[in-house]
Antibody, heavy 125, light 106 residues
Framework: DVQLVESGGGLVQPGGSLRLSCAASGFTLGNYWMTWVRQAPGKGPEWVANIKGDGSKIYYADSVQGRFTISRDNAQNSLYLQISSLRAEDTAMYYC??????????????????WGQGTMVTVSS | AIQMTQSPSSLSASVGDRVTITCRASQDIRSEVGWYQQRPGKAPELLIYATSSFQSGVPSRFSGSGSGTDFTLTISSLQSEDFATYYCLQDYNYPRTFGQGTKVEI
């Protein structure tokens, strides 16, 4: 079965750091763009970052640029999100998602077809 | 960043009703919109990408339309399992941005 499993969340003090992991199984991770999406309690999802299959392209949301680092190890079938300089507003469930990147009519699209169950990050003193 | 404004923010409907949710982009985004369904305590699930292309396994009662700045998700005959929150997501440029969501309630 195709599956994503996140881990690494927890309670951290403001200014602290965590490394989130996303373990992929059932497919070849290197063939896909991968994305992190977070969702604060009671709020809608927020796109955080994505990374191309070979790691050659990376994009971040303005709210995390310079504080978060997305990376991947295709040999280990794993995606990572290093989150640093944490603030209370970073408190959220963090999801990883696979992007099938369909190509239609000359355009590439996003399509997040597989999601993990999420890992909760709580920033509080 | 492109703003995606969904309406309504919530709606009440009954099984069998036709439901329409709209999403307006703050600029022309061609056809680069997807729609996701989220049930409480679960991750979002992909319904539609590229405005109107179905994700495999999505029931045919879901459909998407639009172009430019105005997009619509339609559920032709609401079923009990469709009571959830729906989000649009633009993938025209970075950063990607979601709409604020539409909660479909009984």
């Amino acid at each position: 079965d195709v599956q994503l499993v996140e881990s690494g969340g927890g309670l951290v003090q403001p200014g602290g750091s965590l490394r989130l992991s996303c373990a992929a199984s059932g497919f070849t991770l290197g063939n896909y763009w991968m994305t992190w999406v977070r969702q604060a309690p009671g709020k809608g999802p927020e796109w955080v970052a994505n990374i191309k299959g070979d790691g050659s392209k990376i994009y971040y949301a303005d709210s995390v640029q310079g504080r978060f680092t997305i990376s991947r190890d295709n040999a280990q079938n794993s995606l990572y999100l290093q989150i640093s300089s944490l603030r209370a507003e970073d408190t959220a469930m963090y999801y990883c998602a696979r992007d099938t990147s369909p190509h239609l009519g000359g355009l590439w699209y996003d399509a997040f077809d597989v999601w993990g169950q999420g890992t909760m990050v709580t920033v509080s003193s | 960043a492109i703003q995606m404004t969904q309406s309504p923010s919530s709606l009440s409907a009954s099984v069998g009703d036709r439901v329409t949710i709209t999403c307006r982009a703050s600029q022309d985004i061609r056809s680069e919109v997807g729609w996701y369904q989220q049930r409480p305590g679960k991750a979002p699930e992909l319904l539609i990408y590229a405005t109107s292309s179905f994700q495999s396994g999505v029931p045919s009662r879901f459909s998407g339309s639009g172009s430019g700045t105005d997009f619509t998700l339609t559920i032709s005959s609401l079923q009990s399992e469709d009571f959830a929150t729906y989000y649009c997501l633009q993938d025209y440029n970075y950063p990607r941005t979601f709409g604020q969501g539409t909660k479909v309630e009984i």
